[in-house]
């Protein structure tokens, strides 16, 4: 250690003393602006469910989606993303539904971009949800995807989303050459203005599980090893990184949060472009859980965890805390 880092005297209680010290010494901050809301979608009118493997996070149809957004723009948080879930009969192998112009998450889109101007729309761009075998895109006749009939359907789906006038189009499904497929079909039709936020690096995880409950996307078969990412992998982060870059990618994101920090950290030290990162269901019922049981204190948990995601790097955390985190930050 050099001498100007420290000397023999120093005690660092002292600058943690007096709460004026700490708050002013404090290197990491949160906002309300940090955070971006997920919304689940489902038809019907008056609708909010709550989901079962996720305690206070709830199905909205459109109308009371419409309130939640109102009032996450009056807490100040930046946008939503939205993931419309649908009833299994209307469900076919591409997921066709997904790229329909009166979709769900089309539909929610224009009215949110109507009502809330202030927030920015985000539209998770995959297939599971809409798939009757709940994989992330078409599959061969061995049950593998087919990722050049998936592009396609991306480049549909991403065209969809840009005419109901989403802001941001967020490809969750790992396919390779996905960002591109996008950017080129957005730029051709003179959506330049949309942005493309890369689930670059997306690990193959098991704390996606609640959230497979709540979006009606888990796999009818299998699992998705063969497209997402091995958790036990820290360099293929950086080739996924590169490439998503490579192909027009305007933001990346990392996910889960909680136990990819070092990647977040990674992540963050190799690109200059904006790194977001997704704290995901299973981290959301965790905590949520341990807190129902009386083990921890929710408050306290999660902003230590927020605040450890953006300590990591993370420009901005998706999270299903956004207007808990915001309201406690007031
Ligand atoms: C869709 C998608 C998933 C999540 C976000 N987009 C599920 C998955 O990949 O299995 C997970 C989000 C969460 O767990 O909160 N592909």
Redesign the pocket.
């Known amino acids: 250690m050099t001498p100007f880092c420290s000397h023999s005297r120093h005690q660092p209680r002292r600058l943690r003393r007096h709460p004026a010290m700490r708050r002013m010494l404090r290197e990491y901050h949160l906002s309300p602006a940090d955070f971006l809301l997920?919304i689940f979608l489902v038809e019907g009118e008056g609708i909010r469910k709550e989901i079962s493997s996720m305690p206070g996070v709830f199905r909205h149809s459109i109308d009371s989606a419409l309130r939640f957004c109102g009032e996450a723009a009056a807490r100040g948080i930046s946008g939503v993303l939205l993931?419309g879930v649908v009833d299994s009969s209307r469900k076919d192998p591409r997921g066709s539904l997904s790229w329909a112009p009166e979709g769900l998450v089309q539909r929610a889109a224009r009215a949110i971009r109507e009502h809330h101007p202030e927030l920015l729309v985000i539209a998770?761009a995959?297939f599971?949800?809409y798939t009757s075998h709940g994989h992330?895109g078409v599959l061969d006749i061995h049950g593998d995807r087919d990722d050049s009939a998936t592009l396609e359907n991306l480049q549909l789906q991403a065209l969809s989303y840009a005419e109901a006038g989403v802001d941001i189009v967020a490809p969750?499904?790992m396919a390779d050459g996905m960002v591109m497929a996008i950017r080129e079909a957005l730029d051709s039709a003179r959506h330049e203005n949309v942005a493309v936020l890369s689930?670059a690096v997306?690990y193959a995880s098991a704390?996606?599980g609640?959230?497979?409950e709540a979006?009606d996307?888990t796999p009818g078969f299998g699992n998705?090893r063969g497209y997402?990412m091995d958790p036990a992998n820290r360099r293929e982060a950086f080739r996924e990184l590169q490439l998503d870059l490579e192909e027009g990618a305007d933001m990346v994101m990392v996910?889960?949060a909680a136990a990819y920090l070092d990647i977040i950290r990674d992540v963050r030290e190799r690109c200059d472009f904006p790194v977001l990162a997704?704290q995901?269901?299973?981290e959301?019922s965790m905590l949520q859980a341990a807190a129902q049981a009386g083990y921890l204190d929710l408050r306290d948990s999660v902003m230590e965890s927020l605040l450890a995601i953006r300590r990591a790097g993370a420009d901005a955390i998706i999270t299903?805390y956004a207007m808990e985190a915001a309201n406690w930050l007031d």
Do not use: T
């Open positions: 997920p993931f998770d995959c599971c949800e992330c969750s499904g689930y997306k704390f996606y609640p959230f497979r979006a996307s998705r997402q996910k889960p997704y995901v269901s299973g959301y299903y």
